[in-house]
């Protein structure tokens, strides 16, 4: 019994010694007498040669010549072969739609009734007639209620992304937000919110 408290005494002076290292949460306990060298090894003891595969399209292609000169030495400079560099690019673009809405009045009732596109996010006409996109307003409505960025800094990010109107609707979205349903996309591009 006294041989067991003993040992006990033992592992719990350890552990309160481990845990005043800077180092205590990741040691591993005794070091392993032979170990190996960090990193890849060489030859074929590398393993897999792996990179990102080649994409399917090219959009752009540029060439680019040798400089005439060594930039080292200044000597001239002669040709030996041709090298292929891809590189991936988001691209944002800020597309503009015009909706020519028509608008009438019912015969019946006497009601103003006017059409709707499906990709109009407010029937407001007139002074509000500028508004942003679904697929902007899903995008503001994410960065905001889903990823945690603040309205003031989703706001900073619609000028940056050059939205001309980032004010009103950007606002009446968010207070909305809670009333609206958003589908994460899968893909690429992002689904218009649809409501509850």
């Known amino acids: 019994m006294n041989q067991k408290i003993e040992l006990l005494r033992r592992e719990l002076e350890a552990a309160l010694r481990a845990s005043k290292r800077q180092a205590a949460p990741h040691s591993r306990g005794a070091l392993k007498p032979n170990p190996k060298p960090p990193g890849r090894k060489a030859s074929r003891a590398y393993g897999r040669r792996a990179c990102r595969p080649i994409p399917p399209r090219v959009d752009e292609e540029f060439a680019r010549p040798t400089p005439e000169h060594c930039p080292r030495c200044g000597g001239d400079v002669e040709l030996e072969r041709h090298e292929t560099q891809y590189q991936e690019e988001i691209v944002r673009r800020t597309v503009v739609r ?9 015969r019946r009732c006497g009601r103003r009734v006017q059409g709707r596109h499906p990709l109009q996010t407010f029937d407001a006409v007139g002074v509000g007639s500028v508004q942003l996109g679904p697929e902007a307003l899903t995008l ?10 603040s309205l003031g800094h989703t706001l900073a990010l619609c000028r940056a992304d050059r939205w001309s109107r980032p004010h009103g609707p950007r606002t009446q979205s968010s207070r909305s937000s809670h009333q609206r349903h958003i589908r994460v996309p899968a893909g690429p591009r992002c689904p218009t919110t649809t409501m509850r």
């Open 98 to 106: 015009r909706f020519e809405i028509a608008v009438g009045r019912c």
């Open 140 to 149: 503001a409505a994410v960065l905001n209620k889903q990823m945690g960025l």
